[in-house]
T-cell receptor, first 111, second 112 residues
Framework: KNQVEQSPQSLIILEGKNCTLQ??????????LRWYKQDTGRGPVSLTI?????NTKSNGRYTATLDADTKQSSLHITASQLSDSASYIC??????????FGAGTTVTVRA | GAVVSQHPSRVICKSGTSVKIECRSL??????MFWYRQFPKKSLMLMAT?????????EQGVEKDKFLINHASLTLSTLTVTSAHPEDSSFYIC????????FGPGTRLTVL
């Protein structure tokens, strides 16, 4: 069964600090892994997408890593801002239009 | 860049009525679109795959007669929640395959 597990479920950080979110998956075959940011009451917005051969991908203050051997990914947020408060979702594709979603990590940035 | 839009963004209706939600792909054509449902603090759950020119494919446990999907054109798919019940209240999101796998902004449905 294809599964995507994210940790932690939620976290609170102070503005300006860094944080790292984790994603472990058992999806097979593997096509790509995406990280999305979802603000409350809004649809997910893509942050990064990585294929099997990519180890890291950055988008501004967001940096995603991928270890396809251990089937683990992380999303690092640098110098957090209040606007980073959102749910971050790890999504893994098996290449057949079917996506496996993680439950998300809720990040709260406090001033 | 490519964008997916949804209308309405939120709707409140009475039990027993039907509600139509539109999903449009802007700047690109989509022969396939996906409809998801998301409950509070839960992940997106795929409901059905909308196929232009043919019947939609529904996930197990999703009633096709309750959630009617019509993929009228290469840029428009509609989801109609028929005879809505309070338990249908949820956040509905559509998605269209493309390089970025774009999601729509979502539609908040509240059934009273």
């Amino acid at each position: 069964k294809n599964q995507v597990e994210q940790s932690p479920q939620s976290l609170i950080i102070l503005e300006g600090k860094n944080c790292t979110l984790q994603c472990n998956y058992t999806v097979s075959p593997f096509s790509n892994l995406r990280w999305y940011k979802q603000d409350t009451g809004r649809g997910p917005v893509s942050l990064t997408i990585m294929t099997f051969s990519e180890n890291t991908k950055s988008n501004g203050r967001y940096t995603a890593t991928l270890d396809a051997d251990t089937k683990q990914s992380s999303l690092h947020i640098t110098a957090s801002q209040l606007s980073d408060s959102a749910s971050y979702i790890c999504v893994v594709s098996a290449g057949d239009y079917k996506l496996s979603f993680g439950a998300g990590t809720t990040v709260t940035v406090r001033a | 860049g490519a964008v997916v839009s949804q209308h309405p963004s939120r709707v409140i209706c009475k039990s027993g009525t039907s509600v139509k939600i539109e999903c449009r792909s802007l700047d690109f054509q989509a022969t396939t679109m996906f409809w998801y449902r998301q409950f509070p603090k839960k992940s997106l759950m795929l409901m059905a795959t909308s196929n232009e020119g043919s019947k939609a494919t529904y996930e197990q446990g999703v009633e096709k007669d309750k959630f009617l999907i019509n993929h009228a054109s290469l840029t428009l798919s509609t989801l109609t929640v028929t005879s809505a019940h309070p338990e249908d209240s949820s956040f509905y999101i559509c998605s269209a395959p493309s390089a970025g796998r774009f999601f729509g902004p979502g539609t908040r449905l509240t059934v009273l």
